[in-house]
């Protein structure tokens, strides 16, 4: 019988308000950054942009997404 380790990675996702487009960012691409992980949305929401239309009118929310290790 195998063991399943069942980890929780963070990762914050995003959807631009003018063209509905989403993305995802990973809580450890932060640090690229200069932001810690875990480091509140609020503190960054404000530099995002939209990759398809450029518009600076995102919604962020973090997600706890579960992924299991065999």
């Known amino acids: 019988m195998r ?3 069942k980890s ?3 990762v914050i ?3 631009c308000l003018s ?3 989403r993305g995802v ?3 450890h691409d932060l640090v690229r950054f200069g ?4 480091a509140p949305i609020a503190q960054f929401v404000k530099r995002l ?5 450029g518009s600076g009118n995102v919604l962020a929310r ?3 997404s579960r992924s299991a290790v065999a």
């Open 49 to 53: 942009r939209c990759r398809k239309c």
């Open 19 to 21: 063209c509905q487009h």
């Open 35 to 38: 932001l810690k992980p875990g």
């Open 62 to 64: 973090r997600s706890h």
């Open 13 to 15: 996702m995003v959807r």
């Open 8 to 10: 929780t990675r963070s």
């Open 3 to 5: 063991d399943v380790v």
């Open 25 to 27: 960012i990973a809580e």
